[in-house]
C-alpha cells in the first residue's frame, strides 16, 4: 500500500511525518499547478466545486508517481465534500485507475468505524507506535501554526521587501528532504527563529484584514491566488479564519480548553447563525463577528464557486458588516478566475481602507 491525499496549504507536513513515522509508504503530491487544475477540470463534472477539481487532478499525478491509496477527510451537512470520496472513487476507475479510498469521517460519528480505517492506514504497526506517530503529527500541526503567524505578522512589516517569502519558500524546499518527525521538528524551529529575526521598518501600523470562508480556499495558495502574500505586499497583516490546526482540535482532539475557546467563538455569531450547516459557513459567521470584536479594519470572504454552505454565509455577511461597521469583500474562486481582477480587487479594497482608516484618525 503506497498512500496519497489532497493537496491543501502545508498539510503534507504533519501527513508526511506521520507516514515517515509509521513507515509506510507515501507519495506527497506535487504542488499545485495549472497541469493538476487541467486534469481535475477534464475528469470532473462541470458544476463540481473547485476543490473536487483539484483534488483529482492531485490524485491522477500522484497515481502516476505510484500511489495505490488514497486517504481524505470526511464532511456533514449540505457540503458535497460528504461525498467527494465515493464520487472521485467512481470517475478514477472510469479512468482506468483502480485505486482505495480511505475516508476518515470525524470520530463522533462512529468511533470504532474510525479506529477501523486508522488500523488500515498503520498496518501492522503496534497502537503505541501508532498513537506516539499521531502525537508528533499533532505537534507538528501547532508548531507550523505559529510559524505560519510569524510570516504573517512579518511580512507587511519587513525591511527588506520580499525577506518573507523567500524564507517561506525555503522552508518548503527543505521540509521536502526531512525524513520523520523529528527532523521536522527541528527545521520548523530553525525557521521559527529565521523568521522572527526578519527586520521590520519602524513604526509600521498595517492594517489588518481577516480572511473567512471554506477552509480549502482559506489554506491553498494555489486556489486563493496566493491572497496572504498579495495583501502582505500589499501592507495589510492577514488572520486567517480557520487552520489545520483548527480543524484536528475540533474533530480529532481532546482539548478543551480549545473547544470552550471555540464555541465562545461560535457564540458570538449566534445571532446571524446559530448552528452547522456544513462545510465551515458556522465558522465563517462566527470569525466575521469575531473580527468585527478585535477591531480589524476588514474581512474578505473566499469561497470555492457554487459553495452552498459558504453561499448561505455570503447572504448573511453584508448584515454583519452594517451591524458591526466592518468593510467586507467577497472572492469567488473557480477554474476560470483571472489573476489580474483579483489582484485589482484586492487593491481596490485595501485602498478603501486606508482612506477609512485615515478619516477616522482625522475625526478623532
Not at 496519497?4 to 515517515?20: E, N, Q, R
Not at 509509521?22 to 499545485?32: F, Q
Not at 521536522?184 to 521590520?200: D, F, G, P, S, V
Amino acid at each position: 500500500m503506497t498512500i496519497t491525499f489532497p493537496h491543501m496549504g502545508w498539510l503534507y507536513i504533519p501527513v508526511k511525518a506521520l507516514f515517515d513515522d509509521l513507515n509506510v509508504p507515501i507519495v506527497v503530491p506535487p504542488p499545485i499547478n495549472n497541469k493538476t487544475l487541467e486534469i481535475g477540470t477534464l475528469l470532473a463534472p462541470e458544476m463540481a466545486c473547485l476543490p473536487m477539481k483539484i483534488n483529482l487532478g492531485n490524485y491522477v499525478q500522484s497515481i502516476e508517481n505510484g500511489a495505490d491509496t488514497i486517504v481524505l477527510t470526511g464532511s456533514c451537512g449540505p457540503c458535497r465534500f460528504g461525498y467527494y470520496g465515493v464520487v472521485e472513487q467512481e470517475i478514477l476507475r472510469d479512468q482506468g485507475y483502480d485505486v482505495d479510498i480511505i475516508i476518515l469521517d470525524a470520530p463522533g460519528r462512529d468511533p470504532r468505524e474510525f479506529v477501523n480505517r486508522i488500523s488500515r492506514i498503520t498496518g501492522r504497526s503496534p497502537l503505541f507506535k501508532g498513537l506516539k506517530a499521531f502525537f508528533q503529527a499533532s505537534k507538528i500541526i501547532e508548531e507550523m501554526d505559529k510559524l505560519q503567524q510569524v510570516f504573517l505578522r512579518k511580512r507587511p512589516r519587513e525591511l527588506a521587501k520580499g525577506e518573507t517569502d523567500r524564507i517561506q519558500t525555503r522552508f518548503e524546499k527543505e521540509v521536502m528532504k526531512c525524513k520523520g518527525s523529528r527532523e521536522i521538528l527541528a527545521l520548523i524551529e530553525k525557521y521559527r527563529h529565521k523568521a522572527e529575526t526578519i527586520q521590520e521598518r519602524p513604526d509600521t501600523t498595517p492594517l489588518r484584514i481577516g480572511l473567512v470562508g471554506e477552509i480549502y480556499t482559506l489554506i491553498e495558495p494555489y486556489v486563493n491566488l496566493n491572497v496572504e502574500k498579495k495583501l502582505g505586499s500589499l501592507g495589510v497583516e492577514v488572520h486567517r479564519g480557520i487552520t489545520i490546526r483548527d480543524w484536528v482540535k475540533t474533530h480529532l482532539s481532546l482539548d478543551l480548553k480549545y473547544k470552550k475557546e471555540r464555541k465562545e467563538k461560535l457564540d458570538k455569531g449566534a445571532g446571524y447563525l446559530n448552528l452547522c450547516i456544513g462545510g465551515h459557513a458556522w465558522e465563517t459567521i462566527a470569525s466575521a463577528v469575531h473580527y468585527a470584536d478585535m477591531g480589524l479594519d476588514g474581512v474578505i470572504q473566499i469561497l470555492p464557486f457554487g459553495c452552498m454552505p459558504e453561499i448561505v454565509a455570503e447572504s448573511i455577511i453584508p448584515t454583519i458588516s452594517k451591524d458591526l461597521d466592518i468593510p467586507a469583500m467577497t472572492l469567488t474562486v473557480d477554474e476560470l478566475t483571472g489573476e489580474a481582477g483579483y489582484q485589482t480587487r484586492l487593491e481596490a479594497f485595501v485602498d478603501l481602507l486606508s482612506r477609512r482608516k485615515e478619516i477616522i484618525y482625522e475625526q478623532a
